[in-house]
């Protein structure tokens, strides 16, 4: 792939403003600015305390930014209530202070290309058959009967399919992997807004930390999984087989923009990591892994198969 | 202003796209030769549908055509960008009315019988409505299932690609109007009439465009995706066909910024108010809500019942 990220600089820069410092983590590896004089005493992302001062890189500018339209008590509300709804969560953690929310501007590559596609398929076309078969009726006699079966003709077909890849986002961060962000994805990119510094104002903004290349490969990864998909609902016939494709990328293109997202790092056993939960800032949707209790999950199994056993018996007794 | 025109796909870029509205592709910041005037827009927005109009101090009732909501002053910061063409209204608000009366008198024997005689029409409210008019060439592959060239199953695939060009397609940009209303008027306007200038109706209001261009690609894309789909019939091979599948390539797509006219009315009927919308130039083109007559519903459901019981009574005798 070749470089395919805006080489065009804004007017405003986060990189050149004297109004931003740099933070970096040594726990997740997260790039954070923080306005001038601000100081954050652990990561957003791991809760790491070991943040330290770092230069500011002078590397490229967000072109794009979706603004936070999640206020700071929603996400809080969203948390408890997402954590309320999880089956079997160890109590300590559903008990935990999820107060400790934070919002940073999450560094992303907006990818976008035209794929074209040389396909060969298997298409199944169905169709009914009559078939007659010998059975044994309720007196014993042997009587002949038929019946309709549904059988596939399989066809080659092969084409070109061609389409434009829009709306590929990739995490550009180490804070944050790109499962997660796919998790709280979509974000509705109709509110795209052209990056000002100013929009950071009392925010927490994360610089890439990830290497362009690294982004690149990601996009592409994801833009092939979307040619796959939707080359598969482009096959015609009831169904489809050994579906094999050829894609040429031409026009790639990533917009380096940042995206809103609340970070709660929860503490809930000083023994343990804290567990993370990550919020869309515009959506509120909400991923992370909250603990399980296996004592739970144990009582739970033992009251579902006494329940099944005392079915069963009185269904004997019946 | 020299033209800008997006790298990958060709098409002109307009003002305020932020990315291109065909294929995507960040557009290029503006130059300062490139930026529009300082002017700042003001526009009045629904606290209730979202739909933005024209700021005028003149205006003594804050209230909007499209819903009946309060108004509230908004300075966007985006440029705000102003119709090109405005279809004229040939339908007057007398005749608006009429065509409403009309239609709650046609609506058959569901409806109650009094809805024609006691609805009362008000609340009249002449608007042009805004929308994209698009201009596009487009790379056509597709794939469908037809009789030509079937085995032991009815059908056989095939696929096949094509370019074609299409003009004139409506793109709705209006909040205050649904998708759906705006689908149906779309069709029946006479492109032939149309000004630079609002015409045929002096208290009309204009809807501005609130919505980025860029915003509408899902839409522009469906739009596109509904042609190549008829367009494809003609290459597919057989009588019959099935499964069409289409993906477009579009380029050079090319939008106006249009408004066209119709009348949003209110009827009341029984304490309820119902909302309508009359086109404005096809008096005969009403979108409306009525009133069902759950009486005669009940006394149908009654009868049927009733010859149904009577039916099976009479074959068991």
Known sequence: MGPWYAAAALDGSIHQSAALDGLSCEGCGAALNVASGERTAKCPYCASPNVVARPRSAGEDPTFVVGFVIPED??????????????????AFAKADVSDVRGVYLPAYLYSGSATVQYSAQIGENYTVTETYTTTDANGKTVTRTRTK??????????QWAAYLDDVLVTASRGLDNAELEAIEPYDLRALRRFTPKILSGWLAEDPSRAVSECAELARQEAVEQVGSRLAAHMPGDTHRDLRHETTFQHEHGALMLLPVWVLAVKYDPQEPPVRMVLNGQTGAITGTPPRSWIKIAGAVVVLILAIALTVWMGARA | MSERVCTRCESPLEIEDLRCAVCALPTPVLTRGERPDETVAQILRCNGCGAGVRYSAEAQAPRCDFCGSLMEVEVPEDPVEQAEAYVDFTVTDAEAKAALGRWLGSLGFFRPSDLQAEAAVGGLKPLWWVGWMFD????????????AGAGRSAWAPHSGRFSMEVDN??????????AKECEILAPRYDLGRTSAEPRGHANATVEQFTVQRSAARKIISESLEDVARARATGHIPGGSVRNLRVSVLPSKLTTRHMAFPAFVLAYRYKDKLYRAVVHGHDADCVIAEAPLSWAKIAVVVAVVLATAALVVGALSL
């Open chain 2, 136 to 147: 596009a060439a487009a790379a056509v592959c597709w794939a469908a299932d037809s009789d």
């Open chain 1, 150 to 159: 549904v059988k596939t003709e399989w066809r080659s077909l092969s084409g």
């Open chain 2, 169 to 178: 397609v409506v793109v709705p940009a209006s909040v205050g109007l649904t």
């Open chain 1, 74 to 91: 929603d996400a809080r509300k969203r948390a408890r209530a997402w954590i309320r709804s999880t089956w079997f969560v160890k109590t």
